[in-house]
């Protein structure tokens, strides 16, 4: 889960605001001046933005006052689970995300009013102490623009507290099916500033293990934008002069690199691999590895079999396929290292010789054709496993049961 995945909505113009406040006064009777309150107090901004966001003139006002109520009270108890220490240093605004034993809720600095995120993790629970560790150990080594980064720690028995930066402008996908016109020019900017990232990464003996575009996002809202990789909680340090091969299985299905799946000792070379799986993305809005079968798309990703068939590949320069190529090779040995991947002709010239073609159409019709199939998958999971978290990160990764029983059946196939 990420740490800074709020959408800030713009500030609502005072009119609007007295409008909406004379539209709901005659539903709240005595209750208006408490509504009045939750819309101007900026300590309680996380009400507005929520109450704001709704379709008023079609709804049932006294309804969504009520339900910013909900709110108010909902962020309290977040508030009571709080350290002492923490509140009185941070205002508690929204609670932004959850994991399967993590929150992060957006805050306000008291002094100097700058917003932050914090996450906080439950460590009574084995899995959470480790991946508390495990995020930790990172970010207290790691000081680079392209990464997120932590401003403090606090801990108590029971849970630590990661003040962390915000990143406010969103998902990366999300910029880009917003965004009005999209090239192969603006595809090496992105990757370049991840490439940044994930190089300095690796000179430290640090591996992110699961890079994916959920875990890139833009530092503010503004066109100069720089991107910020987040979520280290399966990131794997390792001191210099140490064996760099890792055996943990984990990682993002559709992102996870061959040599994970065949449980063989791997490198920090699966990084490339999702990147490369990254670029394919960035550059057609689809994936080239899906199946809703785990075990068919293991099965893809270990022949490595893809395509370049379909909107928007024929515009797209075989510099820019090149690229993508040289990071989705099944042998990791012959995979380009982010100093390598920086060095490519495609990304050195920012595409100054592909086309300066607008892929902006093709892909984002594919990302939201891709998000409305996910989204009534995910229907039709809750409706049979209502007791469920969809949300939860956790039914994303990958199991090591799946893997145990794919070997199986290739060991069986080529002894057979």
Known sequence: MGCGTSKVLPEPSKNLQQDLVKKVEPCLD????????????KSQTFLKDDYLSHSLPNGDL????????????KIAKYRAKF???????????????????????????KASKQPYAIKMIETKCREGREVCESELNVLRRVRHTNIIQLIEVFESQERV????????????????????????????????????????????????????????LYYHPGIDSKIMITDFGLASAQKK???CLMKTTCGTPEYIAPEVL???PYTNSVDMWAL????????????????????????????????????????????????????????????????????????????????????????????LKRASSRC?????????????????????????????????????????
């Open 161 to 216: 507290y990661m003040v962390m930066e915000l990143a406010t402008g969103g998902e990366l996908f999300d910029r880009i099916i917003t965004k009005g016109s999209f090239t192969e020019r603006d595809a090496t900017h992105v990757l370049q500033m991840v490439l940044e990232g994930v190089k300095y990464l690796h000179a430290l003996g640090i591996t992110h293990r699961d890079l994916k575009p959920e875990n890139l």
């Open 376 to 416: 009534q998958s995910t229907k039709s999971s809750q409706s049979i496993h209502s007791s469920r978290s969809t949300k939860s990160s956790k039914s994303r990764r990958v199991r090591e049961r799946e893997l145990r029983e794919l070997n199986l059946r290739y060991q069986q196939h080529y002894n057979g």
């Open 276 to 367: 490369g799986v990254i670029s394919y993305i960035l550059l057609s809005g689809t994936m080239p590895f899906e199946d809703d079968n785990r075990t068919r798309l293991y099965r893809q990703i270990l022949r490595g079999k893809y395509s370049y068939s379909g909107e928007p590949w024929p515009s797209v320069s075989n510099l820019a396929k090149d690229f993508i190529d040289r990071l989705l090779m099944v042998e990791p040995g012959q995979r380009m290292t982010a100093t390598h991947a920086l060095k490519h002709p495609w990304i050195v010239s920012m595409a100054a010789s592909s086309s300066m073609k607008n892929l902006h159409r093709s892909i984002s019709q594919n990302l």
């Open 30 to 41: 005595r209750k208006s001046d408490q509504y009045n309150n939750c819309i101007t107090d």
């Open 62 to 73: 006294k309804c969504h006052v009520e339900s910013a109520h909900l709110r108010r009270h």
């Open 262 to 264: 065949v449980r063989k």
């Open 241 to 243: 002069g140490d064996d």
């Open 83 to 109: 350290d002492p220490r923490v509140t009185a240093k941070y205002d508690i605004k929204a609670l932004i995300g959850r994991g399967s034993f993590s929150r992060v809720v957006r805050v306000e600095h």
